[in-house]
């Protein structure tokens, strides 16, 4: 499963023994893989401050949260012609996810431990700059898509409504003539031969053996007519009665010059600059010019991000686009910050909770599957019944209120107890 349950309990003899029988029942029920979970000792300060930075890791986990989600969202809508390989793209610090919370290790040199807890938390504050970024990045690639989809639609309809300019050629009409004008006609498939017979007829001054057939799909073909421009208005209306449409176009070589253009610049954008590695490219190539990596900084802005070289950091991801790029480094950045904010939030809420000094120990569980959830759940609150009588009784009995607490009795329980959650794309 990729759900984990981090929890804490006092670290006296007492508990640490509780902890011990924890181990012992999940292992032997095959309920859960239990590890500890370390967490450094932080400067605490006053309870006051510890409840005021509670209610604000709350909201910085939830909006951690939210901001990896969509930028998982954004790697599997870059990597349209590779969804098979999302999973190994959205890693952290070059591990997959699962194995960076289970071997979680507080990074020193970014949060520093000897700066105050408000002074750890407002460097992880600094996600919102990730956000904003990811805003304007993914704003950028959703004009660039919609542009690419509207054209393409254009090119994809039926012959009354898609765009001609990748059909017609110049030779198809007569240009710059003063007294004649060429049309293009649609023709119902089953009518070629009625059309063929009738055309010359339907006005006067229609040129002999002036029709051509120059496109068809499946319900019918496209045909020019050459004809004098004064009689064009009768020709038209004469058509539509035997069910002949004149399709409204006028060869502008500049402007079809344009749309062509800008149809192989809009490919070539997407494919360049945020399309993934299904592009297979060599560093340096002429063609796709290789791009710098930027990083969104958190914590120490001279330090490589997560923990890599610079050099590093510019060489991965060879043939891929800026975006994804970007993505898959800020979307590390961003993962690693949510951990921290989730140990720092277990080290706050086990002072308030236990109390000082400092002495608590940490545990990530694992659950083996969705249906063994419920008996963990039983088990924990057995295990540390003694932590809080009040909660454990109202576990039991949803009737009983906790005093004090603003909560529904679900979301509290003896023991400090946060989720986590590596389900980015359900």
């Not at 105050?116 to 904003?132: C, F, H, N, W, Y």
């Not at 990748?166 to 240009?175: C, G, Q, R, S, Y």
């Not at 001054?205 to 068809?216: G, Y």
């Not at 800020?330 to 951990?339: G, H, K, L």
């Amino acid at each position: 499963m990729s759900e984990f349950w981090l929890i804490s309990a006092p670290g006296d003899k007492e508990n640490l023994q509780a902890l011990e029988r924890m181990n012992t029942v999940t292992s032997k029920s095959n309920l859960s893989y239990n590890t500890k979970f370390s967490i450094p000792d932080f400067k605490v300060g006053t309870l006051d401050s510890l409840v005021g930075l509670s209610d604000e890791l709350g909201k910085l986990d939830t909006f951690a949260e939210s901001l990896i989600k969509r930028m998982a969202q954004s790697v599997v809508e870059v990597m349209e012609d590779a969804k098979g390989k999302v999973q190994e793209n959205l890693l952290a610090n070059g591990v997959d996810l699962t194995s960076f919370v289970t071997h979680f290790e507080w990074d020193m040199a970014k949060y520093p431990v000897k700066q105050p807890l408000v002074g750890v938390a407002d460097t992880l504050t600094k996600l919102s700059q990730i956000e904003m970024d990811l805003k304007s990045r993914t704003a950028a690639y959703d004009t660039l898509r919609l542009s690419l989809e509207n054209l393409e639609k254009k090119s994809t309809g039926n012959l009354f409504t898609r765009t001609l300019s990748d059909i017609v050629n110049k030779e198809d009409f007569v240009l710059d003539s003063e007294y004649l004008i060429t049309l293009l006609v649609i023709v119902p498939k089953q009518s070629y031969t009625q059309w063929q017979k009738t055309y010359e007829s339907l006005s006067d001054m229609v040129v002999p053996r002036s029709t051509k057939l120059i496109a068809e799909d499946s319900e019918g073909g496209l045909f020019t007519v050459t004809l004098f421009r004064k009689v064009m208005d009768d020709f038209k209306t004469k058509a539509k009665e035997n069910k002949f449409t004149v399709r409204e176009f006028y060869y502008d070589e500049k402007e079809i010059k344009r749309e062509r253009e800008e149809m192989t610049r809009l490919l070539s954008d997407k494919k360049q600059q945020y399309q993934t590695s299904c592009v297979a490219l060599k560093k340096g190539s002429s063609t796709f010019p290789d791009h710098k990596v930027k990083v969104t900084p958190l914590g120490n802005p001279d330090r490589p991000a997560a923990g890599q070289p610079d050099r590093e950091r510019e060489s991965e991801g060879e043939g891929e686009g800026p975006l994804l790029r970007w993505l898959k480094v800020n979307f590390s950045e961003a993962f690693i910050a949510w951990i921290h904010i989730k140990a720092l939030r277990v080290f706050v809420e086990s002072v308030l909770r236990y109390g000082l000094p400092v002495n608590f120990q940490a545990v990530l569980l694992q659950p083996h599957k969705k249906s063994s959830t419920k008996r963990l759940r039983e088990v924990l609150n057995s295990v540390f019944r003694h932590l809080d009588e009040v909660a454990a009784a109202s576990i039991l009995d949803a009737s009983v209120e906790i005093p004090g607490l603003q909560l529904n009795n679900q979301d509290y329980f003896p023991y400090v107890y946060f989720h986590i959650d590596l389900s980015l794309l359900d």
